[in-house]
């Protein structure tokens, strides 16, 4: 019989033997901060409403997610920067895991009546998704560095502080093209920041120097599959964005956000965005002048 007093938990605590905790010993509460964690749902409707817990904590559930989203494209991001090209993909397959629970999670909302989302919205305002630093983080991180998002952030200079940090830093699009032209394709230099500029005249090119691997992918197999991992990612932000829009528009039909914008119209516009646009576009062309 294993003494249960000293056996200690390994990995899932959970999933460990039954033990008897000595005193001093760490705990599965102490460990994960439950009761800090549960502390910090606080509604604002007075006297609280039923579904604002529900709308509370899935917020706060997807905030942790965006938090090791950035945790993981940041190892995606080192070992691509040192062309280890399987690691960097083990690290995006697990963001795409993620980002596959994230979109569908949003569908929880739907059990919320219109009406009974009104009954507490107001009390948000002016509290809005545009504020959440981290989502804009995922953005900047994947390569979709969109200064004007900064003005939500204008009177938190810890934020803004942040945003510009990522703004200025390594992002998986400029380190996926700097990885291309190391492995032999002809990525034209500052691609990243032609695309950026909204360059029209690199298109050709990038379409150029990706038909190669597209139309052979076993030639450069790893880099092959780093790519569709990353065209998965772009396919499940993409997602995000479509189911988000569709349970606003169930939600509160043609509303203006309690951001200030058109509501869906606006959600409606972002569903275009793609951090890998020719990763998109080299399919069009793959028999062309064959
Ligand atoms: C009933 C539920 C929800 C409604 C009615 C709603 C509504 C909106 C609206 C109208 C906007 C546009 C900005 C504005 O004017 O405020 C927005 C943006 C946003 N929302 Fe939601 N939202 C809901 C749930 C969620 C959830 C669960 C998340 C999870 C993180 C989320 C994250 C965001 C983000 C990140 C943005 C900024 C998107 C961008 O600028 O591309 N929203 N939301």
Redesign the pocket.
């Known amino acids: 019989m294993p003494d249960e007093k000293k056996s200690r938990p390994s990995g899932c605590p959970m999933h460990a033997a039954p033990t008897l905790l000595g005193e001093g010993e760490l705990s599965y509460n102490d460990y994960l901060k439950v009761p800090e964690l549960l502390s910090l749902q606080l509604p604002q409707s007075n006297p609280a409403h039923h579904d604002e817990m529900l ?1 509370i904590i ?2 706060q559930a ?2 942790l997610w965006f938090k090791l989203v950035l945790h993981e494209m940041e190892s995606a991001i080192r070992f691509m920067a040192k062309d280890k090209i399987l690691l960097a993909h083990h690290f995006i397959h697990r963001i795409n895991s993620i980002m596959k629970l994230l979109v569908q999670q ?1 569908h929880i ?1 739907e059990t ?1 009546t219109p009406i009974d ?1 009104l009954a507490f919205r107001d009390r948000l305002k002016p509290a ?3 504020q ?1 630093a981290q ?1 804009r983080e995922v953005e900047f991180v994947a390569g979709l560095k969109d200064p004007s ?1 900064m003005k939500y952030f204008r009177e938190r200079p810890e934020y803004l502080a942040l945003l510009q940090r990522r703004f200025e830093g390594p992002d998986l699009r400029s380190t996926y093209y700097a990885l291309l032209r190391r492995q032999g394709f002809a990525i034209p230099e500052n691609a990243a920041e032609r695309e950026a500029k909204g360059d029209d005249t690199l298109a050709g090119p990038m379409i150029q120097a990706l038909l190669p691997l597209y139309r052979e992918p076993s030639k450069n197999s790893q880099v092959y599959i780093l790519s569709e991992a990353l065209v998965e990612f772009d396919q499940q932000l993409s997602f995000w ?1 479509e189911h ?1 829009v569709r ?2 528009e169930r ?2 039909g043609a509303k ?6 058109s ?2 119209e ?2 409606r516009s ?1 569903t275009i965005k793609r951090c890998f646009p020719y990763l998109w576009q080299v399919r069009t062309h793959l028999e062309d002048g064959v």
């Not at 203006?256 to 914008?261: A, K």
């Open positions: 709308f899935i917020h997807y905030e949003i909302l919320m989302f809005s998704g545009f959440s989502f998002y964005r988000h349970v606003v939600v509160i203006q956000g309690t951001g200030g914008s509501g869906v606006y959600l972002t």
